[in-house]
């Protein structure tokens, strides 16, 4: 699953997309979730596990106006399919 923005500030993507992903993994699929972190910049690279889902949070490129949203972009989906998945799900909250 890819998302538009971390875990943190708003808890957009923490009341909207951890609910699904973890309703799939209660059900025996394995479940990663790719986020940027926009919100939350602090988390950037880093992964953790919450409720038995694995949550990616891409390294946030360089501020360089419309090259960085393509930049992170190709790193949301890099990350995403790195993995080798049956499906992609992007997710827009």
Do not use: Y
């Amino acid at each position: 699953m890819i998302g538009p923005f971390g875990l943190r500030q708003k808890g957009t993507s923490r009341a909207r997309i951890l609910p699904l992903a973890e309703a799939l993994a209660e059900r025996g699929n394995e479940i990663k979730v790719v986020l940027p972190p926009w919100d939350s910049p602090q988390d950037s690279g880093k992964e953790v596990e919450v409720d038995g889902v694995q949550v990616r949070h891409v390294t946030l490129p360089p501020s360089f106006p419309g090259l960085s949203r393509l930049l992170l972009a190709r790193r949301l989906a890099a990350e995403a399919l790195a993995s080798r998945p049956d499906v992609v799900h992007c997710f827009k909250p």
